[in-house]
């Protein structure tokens, strides 16, 4: 199982990116998938997470509004639209997934998102 997290940068206040989650191992279309930030001095958050299908999502409500998660089983690919960023945003951002089938949690390398002018 691999989860490979990408596109963050460094990107001024208002500003945008769109982090991806590339996926590999496992039946990517039968499983939920999840973003989490880590801070510097915090603990982990979730921020949102989207159903097998794409037809459930959720989000925290720090970034109702802002952010946006969608997936495109064809690619095996999930992806975080960030609009609007704040400086408290800033993290390290991590997708991961539970295998239900096998009892365990994966989680991708991280991407980090600067928020700074």
């Known amino acids: 199982v691999q989860l490979q997290a990408s596109g963050g940068g460094l990107v001024q206040p208002g500003g945008s990116l769109r982090l991806s989650c590339a996926a590999s191992?496992?039946?990517?279309?039968?499983?939920?998938i999840g973003w989490f930030r880590q801070a510097p001095g915090r603990e982990r958050e979730g921020v949102s997470c989207?159903?097998?299908?794409?037809?459930?999502?959720y989000s925290t409500d720090s970034v109702k509004g802002r952010f946006t998660i969608s997936r495109d089983n064809a690619k095996n690919t999930v992806y975080l639209q960030m609009n609007d960023l704040k400086p408290e945003d800033a993290a390290v951002y991590y997708c991961?997934?539970?295998?239900?089938?096998?009892?365990?949690?994966?989680w991708g390398q991280g991407t980090l998102v600067t928020v700074s002018s």
């Open positions: 191992g496992f039946d990517f279309d039968n499983y939920a």
């Open positions: 989207i159903s097998s299908s794409g037809d459930v999502t």
């Open positions: 991961n997934v539970h295998l239900v089938s096998l009892g365990q949690t994966y």
